[in-house]
């Protein structure tokens, strides 16, 4: 197998485990810091039912960004709706045989590509063009978008302008998935495409990408409203009562 | 009147252009030590400042789900920038949410996080140095906690925990505010934050009953300290004296009066309010509400009701069980605690209560959602009962009552500009600027519906609405309790006023 193919196999196993095991121990973090008090806002549902409304409302149609603020919600919805719909069709890369329902997603996911650079690309001019969103912008704000810019034009680069052998491509990751590596094909694209989408993996766990399971851990979204009618007390807060007596 | 500009009201809102450092002169006055003792801080910055306060950041990111979650899931999106009153009114880029918890954000990453630690520049990361603690006593007290900004943050990112966190912090290493922690202080002593002591209590409780039965020709009591009551009253210490506060207190007494219910106001326990919470300590926000219960127990009471009290509803409702509880020992046929709007809104239901709504027609009332309760608290076991209750309590009195604009009531209420404990002449210029949103509504309100008055359940609301209506061109005493609304329609029985509607009747 050539030099890069190598590398590359080295680099998506040390991604995975980067991300799986990053993720996974922030998860474990965030799970185990007690929410001590009942911050919900409100009004909040007052069942767990409603709750799971509410969440499910955040993460599938991001309420509250559409009442906040249309342009972001636009951008932003493109955005992620568009990535949700490439990365399904993508799931025919990693499985064989294909699963049925990812063909229905085949007709959309060059169409979302392109909504995902028009949201991409929307996000990242707010970033030059409302003082207020220049202001709180870092050098990482621009490099994520950037990054994901990056992944998504070299991806398109692939499907309009010079094609790669995708049928080898599928076999490198299959042959990742069943510890049988494949060598990969050295076309420029593909190898920008996966090194940025290497790189997102590694960075993800130390970003601000965390928001993604950040966000079912918010307090302030996943609390009921019970407070009158169960005692809701954080272990620590236990103790120090316990200490007093 | 004053050496700042009073910012404009528009017709319609306008999101300012931000400018940098414009409000970084403001900053309220430093606690003593003899006001940061008693509360456990130090009384001054200690030569190993800076360890203290990022041990002390490190303890409140173990205790704490939401500010770790919060410092680390905000992905600077700008939503929550244009939607802070300060920031509107001030204009100052610290002012936006976010810019304001990356003041405590720059410093949790460069400790505590990979990126912080080795690519600094890349995420923003800072070391902590004095001139940054100064930063965060200045801005952070340009907060009130009022969390509009976490009702439009996809996440829920809640400003507000950040700046209770941050006044944590700032308290550990002896940077303590002196309005808050003075005001602490005096409850542990006396028992309220205007530090009333029993016995002058008392004499304005009597003050009162003579007041009511020379209005209404009715023995209205005001009982302090009775064993065996079967409602412990706790209300905002302002309710005693501060008008229109007061005039509230005598609307809830009257009402507990036709009720024919047995209650008791607590001098151990006579302040509904807590700053312990303002300071995000969570020690001292329970010391202070252990009181309430000590109360309830010593005084054998069955039901405990709060006042009119924005951010104290907020304690009572969301956190007086988990700080104070169990309340086993309570009457399980009511929720604890009740608020006072509850209580009446109950009655008015039940029909109970005898309403001359004319009392009320040369006002033409709106309302102001205190941000505590709007978004803090609840009321009346139903999903945005905070905001439905207040408003049929007062169509039950008023014949003409208006809502300000859709996008500044409710949950997207806008702070009065006074909250969170920046209620102090030391802050004056925020708190003006600070009300601008609030004001602009209220004129819009008036132009359209030719309001006359604004009506609140919050006693920081009223004292700020007091003071800072003059500057929009409002006048002082349009600020009124609903309570107050509720005093003048009440009829009570064997009062002048029933005998002259009876007459009134009789003669048609």
Not at chain 2, 475 to 494: P, R, W, Y
Request: charged share 20%.
């Amino acid at each position: 197998m050539s030099y890069v193919s190598t590398l590359y196999v080295g680099l998506f196993y040390a991604a995975t485990v980067i991300l799986v095991v990053g993720v996974a121990l922030r998860i474990k973090k965030y799970a185990q810091i007690p929410a001590p008090l009942k911050i919900p806002t409100m009004p909040a549902p007052r069942t767990e039912a409603g709750v799971a409304m509410r969440m499910f409302r955040e993460v599938v149609f991001f309420e509250s960004l559409f009442r906040s603020n249309k342009w972001t919600w636009i951008f932003g919805y493109l955005f992620h709706f568009g990535m949700l719909l490439v990365l399904l069709r993508h799931l025919r890369y990693f499985t064989e045989p294909v699963w049925f329902w990812v063909n229905w997603v085949q007709p959309f996911g060059k169409y979302a590509a392109f909504a995902m650079l028009a949201g991409l690309l929307g996000l990242w001019a707010r970033r030059f063009l409302v003082d207020r969103v220049r202001y709180i912008s870092t050098p990482s704000d621009h490099l994520m978008l950037a990054l994901l810019v990056g992944i998504v034009m070299s991806g398109l680069g692939m499907a309009y302008l010079a094609h790669t052998d995708i049928v080898a491509v599928k076999a490198f990751f299959l042959g990742l998935m069943h510890l049988s590596p494949q060598p990969l094909p050295g076309d420029l694209f593909l190898l920008v495409h996966l090194g940025l989408v290497a790189l997102l993996m590694i960075i993800f766990p130390i970003s601000k990408l965390l928001h993604a399971p950040g966000v079912f851990f918010s307090p302030t979204r996943n609390q009921v409203d019970d407070s009158r009618e169960r005692r809701h007390i954080a272990p620590w807060a236990k103790e120090l009562e316990a200490s007093e007596r | 009147m004053a050496d700042y500009d009073v910012p404009e009201l528009h017709e319609y809102p306008i999101i300012p252009k931000l400018k940098e450092g414009v409000m970084a002169h403001s900053s309220p006055f430093i606690a003593a030590e003899k006001f940061q003792g008693p509360l456990g801080f130090p009384g001054e910055l200690p030569e190993n400042w800076k360890d203290i306060a990022i041990d002390k950041m490190g303890e409140l990111l173990g205790k704490y789900r939401s500010l770790q979650v919060f410092l680390d899931i905000c992905v600077h999106c700008g939503a929550c920038t244009d939607k802070c009153h300060y920031f509107l009114g001030t204009t100052d880029a610290k002012n936006m949410p976010v810019a304001r918890q990356e003041l405590l954000r720059k410093v949790y990453r460069r400790y505590f996080t990979f990126a912080g630690k080795y690519f600094p520049k890349l995420v923003g990361a800072v070391d902590l140095s004095e001139e940054v603690l100064d930063d965060w006593y200045s801005y952070f007290h340009q907060c009130s906690q009022c969390r509009r900004c976490s009702v439009f943050c996809p996440y829920g990112i809640d400003t507000a925990e950040i700046s209770m966190a941050a006044r944590e912090i700032l308290d550990a290493v002896g940077k303590g505010q002196k309005y808050c922690n003075e005001i602490i202080g005096k409850v542990f002593v006396i028992g309220n934050n205007l530090g009333l002591p029993e016995r002058a209590l008392a004499d304005t409780l009597e003050g009162l009953e003579e007041d009511i039965e020379d209005e209404t020709g009715v023995k209205v009591r005001l009982p302090l300290d009775v064993k065996g009551a079967d409602i412990l009253v706790v209300t905002p210490s302002a309710d005693f004296f501060a008008e229109p506060h007061v005039d509230g207190l005598i609307g809830y007494a009257k009402v507990f009066h036709e009720a024919g219910v047995s209650w008791t106001l607590s001098s151990h326990a006579s302040e509904a309010a807590n700053f312990g919470m303002f300071i995000g300590s969570y020690e001292n926000m329970r010391k202070l509400s252990l009181r309430i219960r000590e109360a309830a127990l010593e005084l054998g009471v069955k039901r405990i009701v709060f006042g009119e009290c924005g951010h104290a509803w907020r304690v009572a409702y969301s956190f007086l069980n988990t700080l104070a509880g169990p309340f086993d020992f309570l009457d399980p046929k009511y929720p604890v605690p009740q608020h006072i709007l509850e209580f009446t809104y109950n009655l008015i239901q039940e029909g109970k209560l005898r309403l001359n709504k004319s009392e009320n027609d040369h006002m033409r009332v709106t309302f102001h959602d205190s941000c505590n309760i709007a978004r803090g608290a609840g009321m009346g076991q139903m999903e945005g009962g905070q905001f439905i209750i207040p408003r049929e309590v007062i169509k039950a009195v008023c014949n003409h009552f208006y809502d300000m604009p859709q996008d500044t009531i409710h949950d997207a209420t806008y702070c009065c500009g006074g909250g969170g404990g920046l209620l102090t002449d030391d802050l004056m210029e925020l708190r003006v600027k600070g009300a601008q949103p609030r004001m602009e509504a209220l004129k819009t309100v008036t132009e359209e519906h030719g309001i006359t008055n604004l009506a609140a359940i919050c006693a920081i609301c009223k004292s700020q609405f007091a003071k800072v209506l003059p500057y929009y061109g409002f006048t002082m005493d349009q600020i009124v309790s609903v309570h107050q609304l509720v005093s003048n329609a009440i009829v009570l029985t064997g009062s002048e006023q029933e005998a002259e509607l009876a007459a009134e009747a009789e003669s048609k």
